[in-house]
């Protein structure tokens, strides 16, 4: 059974009186360790199609399995557990909570279930893994856009997801940052997370094991 299954799934929005998919009918299937690279345009719903596979988004029509459950059809409840417990996801904007430290910023989604151990350690070998430790005292209002990133990715790796969902996580890191949380995304895909990546940059293609293009809300294999 695959890990998450995306069948048909299809978002229609209105706007100006005219409907449209801004995801038209994607099928895809995300196993263990498969590190999964989409691109495409600006406006071709890619984020809409991330966030209907997170569970932030109903879709208007198909399913989203994550293993046998349709986490469309959970309560609030179950599906807020599953995402905490088995999904990570970076999002495109800034999400950070900026009455938290950095820090405390990436321990939240281990405290917000209730769980035991040492999450401070890990924590902190994140922030070393994004290559942030020395920002852990500070605010989010103190860093620049490519350091709250990495603490967003820091935040969604905190407890250790089944399928990591990354909407463009380096867009705003140099090249070097970019190479290193691309190899930190291998290691982790390695050891068995599924990743599931939106990525403008061709040079992070390489990283991927499967590439997919999407066009107006389409879903096709990249043609090499
Ligand atoms: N709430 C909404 N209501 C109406 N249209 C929307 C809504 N959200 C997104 N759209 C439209 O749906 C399309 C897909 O948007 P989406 O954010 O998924 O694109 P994207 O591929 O992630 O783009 P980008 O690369 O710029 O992040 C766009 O045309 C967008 O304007
Ligand atoms: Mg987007």
Redesign the pocket.
Known sequence: MALLQLNELTKE?R?GGRAFN?VNGVSLSVEAGDFISII?R???????LLNMSAGLLSPTAGTVLFGERDIHRLSDKELSFLRNEKVGYVP?GQTLLSNFTVFDNVCIPWFLFKREGDVEGRAFILLEKVGISHLAASYPRELSGGEMRRVSIARALVNEPALLIADEPTSDLDTGTTAEIMALFSRIAKEGTAVLLVTHELDTLSYGNRIYT?DAGNLSPHAA
């Open positions: 929005y706007r801004a495409g600006s406006g071709s719903g890619k984020s809409t495109q999407m």
